[in-house]
């Protein structure tokens, strides 16, 4: 399994007065604290606004998004769906990411999709450990790109 970081471009606009909304499950919560942690200390070392929201399971981040979009300049989506022995996996992986793009394009507003779909636990815990900051320098580098183009 890959350890380290992706390499994200920082973003090199201003970005001081950008407002973005993290959202995060409750379902996988050990696994989803340290993610958020890891967001939210990127976040500031950027000096970016931002609030917490929380929702029960990753089926409804796509419902809070679509509820965020007109409030905030970006959207953050952390959640895990680990697999299991049933179908449910693919289903709930598919529906969510499916109405996350359709969302972020039908609003015009870049939501960072940070659910991690894993095979068991312990890759979950691997890839949450990092994971948190490369979606927060995915936001910051996509608004960044927007600024330099509007």
């Avoid at 300049?73 to 895990?80: K, V």
């Amino acid at each position: 399994m890959k350890t380290s970081k992706t390499e994200i471009n920082k973003p090199s606009s201003d970005l001081h007065n950008v407002k973005i909304a993290v959202v995060s499950t409750n379902w996988n919560e050990e696994i989803i604290k340290p993610m958020l942690e890891d967001c939210l200390s990127m976040l500031n070392e950027y000096n970016i606004e931002n609030n917490t929201f929380v929702v029960p399971g990753a089926y409804e981040l796509p419902f809070m998004a679509q509820n965020l979009c007109t409030e905030y300049d970006a959207i953050i989506l952390l959640g895990c769906i680990i697999k299991g022995e049933t179908p449910h996996f693919e289903i709930i992986s598919q529906s969510i990411s499916d109405k996350v793009l359709e969302t972020s394009l039908d609003k015009n507003t870049p939501i960072i999709f940070g659910v991690l779909t894993t095979n068991n636990e312990s890759e979950a815990e691997e890839r949450a450990a990092s994971k948190g900051s490369e979606f927060a320098l995915s936001a910051l580098s996509i608004l960044d790109t927007l600024k330099k183009i509007k």
